[in-house]
């Protein structure tokens, strides 16, 4: 509970509510009283219905879908905020959206990324705490201070309680190779070995399986990611490791479930047993109901990042 100073206040935009009462009830505290909604052509229409002058205020907001309503919501709620005198802003944004868009892929792409930071910190947030970006360079974006929490601890202690540390029969798969050094942190945790899925991306939201590196074969693979949307990376990379490598058993875990489009019908008829993902996204209502997918929660980490963003001390130990 804390402790000291003016005081705290989290609010919340309509992105994902539940997750910011969790972080409420880890923190102790009770949700700050807005009004979150829109008019009649589509504006967005924020109210705070109680004073926070002074007071270290979070929004806890993703921006997921609808990803510009959410953004907007959290633009408008910072600057609201601002107005009305509160004493420091944290944007708390569990998932990033527009991550992706961090480079310029081909001539005159934007950088989406970036222009997402820009609006951010104009609004007026004085620092943002997040979870892992999908590009980790995207914290350089910004010009006030970043906070980008990771998932795989979350991961592993749940693997660790579950399967115990140096398991001989399970290995950690990387779905591709930007995520090696995700996954080799996390296979160090875990005591496990590492295996890498090759792939080559013809066209967005597309993925050809090419080669597996390391031996799979008649293993257990944990598949790990930062985020699954339409899920052919990962369904593509348990084929590989079943088909190609010879793997008994593929569970996979991602940080963020977006889950569009053919998420769900390719998830279950694909071979993987389980997906695991964190809640910094809620489940879409627009999806049908899938047995193999399971929830962890995000909010005794988030709710400790804001306890010690507080208090000025210290977060690097959330890190590790």
Known sequence: MIAHGKGIKVFTGNSNPVLADLICKNLGVSMGCSTVSSF??????????????GLDVFIVQS?????????MELLVMIDALRRASAGRITAVIPYFGYARQDRKAKARDPISAKLVA???TKAGADRVLTMDLHAAQIQGFFDIP???LFGAPLFAQHYLRKF????????????DVGSVARARTFAMKMGLGLAIVDKRREKANQSEVMNLIGDVAGKTCILLDDLVDTAGSLCGAAKAAVEVGGAKKVIA?????????PAIERLESSVI????????????KDQPKSDKIQYLSVAPVFAEAITRIYEEVSISSLFE
């Open 146 to 148: 970043v906070d980008n």
């Open 118 to 120: 820009n609006l951010i």
């Open 273 to 284: 047993d389980e997906l695991l993902l964190l809640d910094t996204i809620p489940y879409p």
């Open 40 to 53: 009649a052509d589509g504006e967005c229409a924020i109210s705070i219905t109680e004073p926070v002058r």
């Open 253 to 261: 875990c991602a940080t963020h479930g977006v889950l569009s489009g």
């Open 63 to 71: 921006t997921c879908k609808p990803v510009n309503d959410s953004l």
């Open 164 to 175: 115990g540390y140096g398991n001989e029969d399970m290995i950690v798969l990387s779905p």
